[in-house]
């Protein structure tokens, strides 16, 4: 069962314009929903992340909406650029005591064209 | 020092070799783990070690061994591993208060022939 759904798959954007993806999760018991950005070769970075008593959170270009009755997120990439060109994870977080689990969509693949 | 450093980089093994992958990480963060991540899909969690101690094994071959020495090492050894267990192996450390910021290393390219 995938806990925490993630869309589009590949998203194509214009340099200049704004990149939307979606996440949608099931488990309530979630406390904490951070983004990853991955290029090649490289580990998942974190890049902005939402605790669900917030609503909306921005960081420079980057901006998470939380909806948490719909139970979705999003992030906004605001003048996207090529170098944001990268695999984009969103993810859910159970925190236990010293440690969290990270349950993570399948990703989206983002591509800004110069 | 914010990094959590992953040796080697790249490996290749054949299926009767045995090896093992290092982490290190100097933040002071006792949450460690291992995930593994194929082509095209996300990571998936392996272990939990929790102050040195094992806190979440999920359901992982025993071909597969964790161990962490101290609270800045993880090391995962490999033995007997199968071709489908080609993967890029991913460290991550996270400090306590605040479990869900994981930082990951840049992982192990692991190929098994």
């Known amino acids: 069962q995938q806990q925490v759904k993630q869309s589009p798959q590949s998203l194509i954007v214009q340099k200049g314009g704004i990149s939307i993806i979606n996440c949608a999760y099931e488990?309530?018991?979630?406390?904490?929903f951070p983004w990853y950005q991955q290029f090649p070769g490289k580990g998942p970075a974190l890049l902005i992340a939402?605790?669900?008593?917030?609503s909306e959170k921005k960081e420079g270009r980057f901006t998470i909406s939380f909806n948490k009755s719909a139970k979705q997120f999003s992030l906004h990439i605001m003048d996207s650029q090529p170098g944001d060109s990268a695999t984009y994870f969103c993810?859910?977080?159970?925190?236990?005591?010293?440690?969290?689990?990270?349950?993570f969509g399948k990703g989206t693949m983002l591509l800004v064209s110069p | 020092d914010t990094e959590v450093t992953q040796t080697p980089k790249h490996l290749v093994m054949g299926m009767t070799n045995k090896k093992s992958l290092k982490c290190e990480q100097h933040?002071?963060?006792?949450?460690m783990y291992w995930y593994k991540q194929k082509a095209k899909k996300p990571p998936e969690l392996m272990f939990v070690?929790?102050?040195?101690?094992?806190?979440i094994n999920e359901s992982v071959p025993s071909r597969f061994s964790p161990e962490c020495p101290n609270s800045s090492l993880l090391n995962l050894h490999l033995h007997a591993l199968q071709p489908e267990d080609s993967a890029l192996y991913l460290c991550?450390?996270?400090?306590?208060?605040?479990?869900?910021?994981?930082?990951f290393g840049s992982g192990t390219q692991l190929s098994v022939l």
């Open positions: 488990n309530t018991a979630f406390d904490y």
């Open positions: 993810a859910a977080s159970k925190s236990y005591s010293g440690y969290s689990t990270l349950t």
């Open positions: 933040m002071g963060h006792r949450a």
């Open positions: 939402i605790r669900p008593d917030v």
């Open positions: 991550a450390s996270s400090p306590l208060g605040s479990g869900e910021k994981l930082f």
């Open positions: 070690y929790s102050y040195e101690k094992l806190s």
